[in-house]
T-cell receptor, first 111, second 112 residues
Framework: AQSVSQHNHHVILSEAASLELGCNYSYGGTVNLFWYVQYPGQHLQLLLKYFSGDPLVKGIKGFEAEFIKSKFSFNLRKPSVQWSDTAEYFCAVKGNNRLAFGKGNQVVVIP | NAGVTQTPKFRVLKTGQSMTLLCAQDMNHEYMYWYRQDPGMGLRLIHYSVGEGTTAKGEVPDGYNVSRLKKQNFLLGLESAAPSQTSVYFC???????????FGDGTRLSIL
């Protein structure tokens, strides 16, 4: 079964700073990759997804993620964060018809 | 369009009590899921269903039962609640085998 690792569980940064959240997975077969966001008090929302094709995926709200197959990674990036990006971010990997979530990154953006 | 609706939103139980969480979706989705979310643990799949009348175990199924008698409803039951089941429970649905894109607002369950 696949597993997903997210590092730096708590991230604090100032507005306009750049954000990068790491996601590594362990599964040797074909995978689909996802990032979800959960704003305070809300349910999860799909931020972006990768199935195939261009490994650089652009999602909503200025987020993007890059799939690097050789590194088993799918890191999330945003060049300039806003206070409204304060949320918890979850990476998820689907392989062999099973979906696994990472433990999440709690991101706090200070105005 | 309500999407995915969970009831109740909050509940406090005593150890040993039973209860059922209800999830309803109005999008005619085949797949429905129950997750629990715990601090530092991410989301863990409890049970899921690939269609009316079917259920399957997820990652952490022990202590829970589910039923999918109607396509739009997916019930999660706790027969004898334990403090370890204190968590936030999320229901989700998807049209096909793709990962869930529609989540409910969650049920915060505390077991004393």
């Amino acid at each position: 079964a696949q597993s997903v690792s997210q590092h730096n569980h708590h991230v604090i940064l100032s507005e306009a700073a750049s954000l990068e959240l790491g996601c590594n997975y362990s599964y040797g077969g074909t995978v689909n990759l996802f990032w979800y966001v959960q704003y305070p008090g809300q349910h999860l929302q799909l931020l972006l997804k990768y199935f195939s094709g261009d490994p650089l995926v652009k999602g909503i709200k200025g987020f993007e993620a890059e799939f690097i197959k050789s590194k088993f990674s799918f890191n999330l990036r945003k060049p300039s964060v806003q206070w409204s990006d304060t949320a918890e971010y979850f990476c998820a990997v689907k392989g062999n018809n099973r979906l696994a979530f990472g433990k999440g990154n709690q991101v706090v953006v200070i105005p | 369009n309500a999407g995915v609706t969970q009831t109740p939103k909050f509940r406090v139980l005593k150890t040993g009590q039973s209860m059922t969480l209800l999830c309803a979706q109005d999008m005619n989705h085949e797949y429905m899921y129950w997750y629990r979310q715990d601090p530092g643990m991410g989301l863990r799949l409890i049970h899921y269903s690939v269609g009316e009348g079917t259920t399957a175990k997820g990652e952490v199924p022990d202590g829970y039962n589910v039923s999918r008698l109607k396509k739009q409803n997916f019930l999660l039951g706790l027969e004898s609640a334990a403090p370890s089941q204190t968590s936030v429970y999320f229901c989700a649905s998807s049209l096909d085998i793709q990962p869930p894109q529609h989540f409910g607002d969650g049920t915060r369950l505390s077991i004393l």
